[in-house]
């Protein structure tokens, strides 16, 4: 299995930040990387795949980069919504594996 | 706009079969994309279970595989998931997903219904 590894499980930061939260797989999954947001009680939402595509909906300060095993998610200013735990997902080869998720607090 | 609605029991009894059912509206389960179910413990991270093409190929967890059944009904535009012998530990929020056939994101997600393994 490829074991996703996200640098922090939990991350504190304030309204307007700039955020970059990292990923890290354990061999190169050729950019089929996601990013998930969920929020308390609810489904996981789709932010950016392909390691740098913004899903349809998604505003424009949530940027993915990335390539081979290392991979980031940036936030370029913090809105309130955006606290919630995000995940990385490699979807290079079955079984699909999540990192463990990288909470993001306000300050 | 595709919709994805989970159902089944809530509780199930230790040693029995979970079972679960996830209803696609909008769009049609013969779509070219996989259908997959992924759970998530209380507290805990995402688990990927597996999932199905419409013409009946699967794809499972190797930790599940000897429990696990995904199957397509067509004609009632869904897809099921069975898990046999289950535990406390099998207790979780179970999810239904979309797969897209080329880039693999997932999305739609249904709003996920909780399982309870308990006596």
């Known amino acids: 299995d490829i074991q996703m590894t996200q640098s922090s499980s939990s991350l504190s930061a304030s309204v307007g930040d700039r955020v970059t939260i990292t990923c890290r797989a354990s061999?190169?999954?050729?950019?089929?990387l996601n990013w998930y947001q969920q929020k308390p009680g609810k489904a996981p939402n789709l932010v950016i795949y392909a390691a740098s595509s913004l899903q349809s909906g998604v505003p424009l300060r949530f940027s993915g980069s990335g390539s081979g095993a290392d991979y980031t998610l940036t936030i370029s200013s913090l809105e309130p919504e955006d606290f919630a735990t995000y995940y990385c997902q490699q979807s290079y080869s079955t079984p699909y594996t999540f990192g463990q998720g990288t909470k993001l607090e306000i300050k | 706009q595709v919709q994805l609605q989970e159902s089944g029991p809530g509780l199930v009894k230790p040693s029995g079969t979970l079972s679960l059912t996830c209803a696609v509206s909008g769009g049609s389960i013969s779509s070219r994309n996989w259908w997959s179910w992924v759970r998530q413990p209380p507290g805990k991270g995402l688990q990927w279970i597996g999932d199905i093409y419409h013409g009946g190929s699967t794809n499972y967890n190797p930790s599940l595989r000897s429990r696990v059944t995904i199957s397509v009904d067509k004609s009632r535009n869904q897809f099921s998931l069975t898990l046999n012998s289950v535990t406390a530990a099998d207790t979780a929020v179970y999810y239904c997903?979309?797969?897209?056939?080329?880039?693999?994101?997932?999305?739609?997600w249904g709003q996920g219904t909780l399982v309870t393994v308990s006596s």
């Open positions: 997903a979309r797969v897209d056939y080329y880039d693999k994101r997932f999305d739609p």
């Open positions: 061999q190169s999954i050729s950019s089929y």
